[in-house]
């Protein structure tokens, strides 16, 4: 099936950094979906992409949909204790009406 | 809230059992999507409906079966389990049947002893 290359796997980061993560692939997509997991809990929508070269905020985040259409950004800024987690990016394939595509996921860790 | 709801929360089962798992998509949300997330794992797609129609598959076991019922909840049943099929069972529901955002519900945990 397809693949999406999110990195980095995992990052440890002091309280206030500001963190960046992508994903990456050699399929072309249509929308990008940005993802946050808590543990035990079900993933929450963070960010919606649906045009090449959009960003997109959501407090402090920020995504953009990278312009070659392969891949995805997002970045938090000044980074806070409740921001652990795991962030999944996901896309819809441009052959359309196929299921999202999943990244493995990126595990933030705040020190405080 | 996303407002998918799923049920239920937990689920203690023993091996060769069958049980089954249910999930209420948004209102006005026609597809409905099985995820399996095991222990530090992605998401892996199971089965989509879309107004009570199978719509995709993903890598769904022979021995998982899926349903959406015309007031589109669906069930996704799990017989003859395996220790290995312990793990998150997520539910999502979009609008649409292929493009747009997938919200999730709050999961059921399975666990096979």
């Known amino acids: 099936g397809q693949q999406l290359n999110q990195s980095p796997q995992s990052m440890f980061i002091q309280e206030g950094e500001d963190v960046s993560m992508n994903c990456t692939s050699s399929?072309?997509?249509?929308?990008w979906l940005w993802y946050k997991q808590d543990p035990g809990e079900g993933p929450v929508l963070l960010i919606a992409?649906?045009?090449?070269?959009e960003l997109t905020s959501n407090g402090r985040l920020t995504a953009q949909f990278g312009i070659t259409r392969k891949d995805s950004f997002l970045n938090i800024s000044a980074s806070i204790p409740s921001d652990v987690g795991i962030y999944f990016c996901?896309?819809?394939?441009?052959?359309?009406?196929?299921?999202?595509?999943f990244g493995k996921g990126t595990r933030l860790s705040v020190i405080a | 809230d996303s407002g998918v709801t799923q049920t239920p929360k937990h689920l203690i089962t023993a091996t060769g059992q069958r049980v089954t798992l249910r999930c209420s998509p948004r209102s006005g949300d026609l597809s409905v999507y099985w995820y399996q997330q095991s222990l530090d794992q992605g998401l892996q797609f199971l089965i989509q409906y879309y107004n009570g129609e199978e719509r995709a598959k993903g890598n769904i076991l022979e021995r998982f079966s899926a349903q959406q019922f015309p007031d589109l909840h669906s069930e996704l049943n799990l017989s003859s389990l395996e220790l290995g099929d312990s793990a998150l069972y997520f539910c999502a529901s979009s609008v649409s049947s292929g493009y747009g955002e997938q919200f999730f519900g709050p999961g059921t945990r399975l666990t096979v002893l």
């Open positions: 996901a896309g819809q394939l441009e052959s359309g009406n196929t299921p999202l595509v």
């Open positions: 992409l649906y045009k090449a070269g």
């Open positions: 399929s072309i997509f249509n929308t």
